[in-house]
């Protein structure tokens, strides 16, 4: 299995809404990614796991609130959010260490609306 | 801070012209560098990667890029474009020794293949 599958596809809320984005890999990745991508724009970095224990997050506002339970999965949970936060969201992995420059893999990304 | 810069915002070209991206980036140690392409509607897929050894990569679908270190660049290039390869491109950088969460992407190029 060389993918990262993402879930839901698409997904609109409302303001006042809570809901998750999913993500799962199997191709024994140790670091697992949050990417937020707006229109036109490259992805830039939210949050990553390394080892299931979060090691960065660029400072992301509190409504968005990730979490890894195992080495396979990776959630986004989000509430509150705000109308300009509509983007499509991606998720990756990759190895970690000496094998980095492997390089990530994406998922197909949640395009997120919020009305 | 580590930056990318792809020069074209957007390239425009007739099929079987040559395509040649430009990509510079800013880090004064050794790196890993990456392209990767985005089809319309789809997730980022990596075309190819330099990480040591020949600094011309050779990718899928016909892609190459040339690493010259003196002048800091990694340029996309391919003879002869298709119509299939209309997407956007991005130039992403990280640090070589597997440092997470530090792929840090272009602002991306359009391509446009008109048949």
């Known amino acids: 299995d060389t993918e990262v599958t993402q879930t839901p596809k698409h997904l609109v809320m409302g303001m006042t809404n809570k ?21 036109k724009k490259p992805p830039e970095l939210m949050f990553v796991y390394s080892y299931e224990k979060l090691s960065i997050n660029e400072s992301v506002p509190s409504r968005f609130s990730p979490e890894c339970p195992n080495s396979s999965l ?3 949970h989000l509430h509150a959010l705000q109308p300009e936060d509509s983007a499509l969201y991606l998720c990756a992995s990759s ?16 395009r997120l609306t919020v009305v | 801070a580590q930056s990318v810069s792809q020069h074209n915002h957007h390239v425009i070209l007739s099929e079987a012209a040559s395509l040649e991206l ?9 790196v890993n560098l990456f392209w990767y392409v985005q089809y319309p509607g789809q997730h980022l897929q990596l075309l190819l990667k330099y990480f040591s050894g020949d600094p011309l990569v050779k990718g899928i ?15 996309l290039r391919k003879p002869s474009v298709q119509w299939s390869d209309t997407a956007e491109y991005f130039c992403a950088v990280s640090r070589y020794g597997g440092s997470q969460g530090n792929l840090i992407f272009g602002k991306g190029t359009k391509l446009s293949v008109k048949p």
Request: net charge positive.
């Open chain 2, 61 to 75: 679908k016909g892609f190459e890029a040339e690493f010259i270190k003196s002048k800091f660049s990694f340029n």
């Open chain 2, 22 to 30: 430009g990509c510079n980036y800013s880090y004064g140690g050794t």
């Open chain 1, 95 to 110: 190895h970690l260490d000496g094998r980095a420059y492997e390089g990530y893999t994406f998922g197909s990304g949640t």
């Open chain 1, 74 to 76: 990776l959630n986004l």
């Open chain 1, 19 to 39: 809901k998750s984005l999913k993500c799962e890999q199997h191709m024994g990745h140790r670091a697992m990614y949050w990417y937020k991508q707006k229109a």
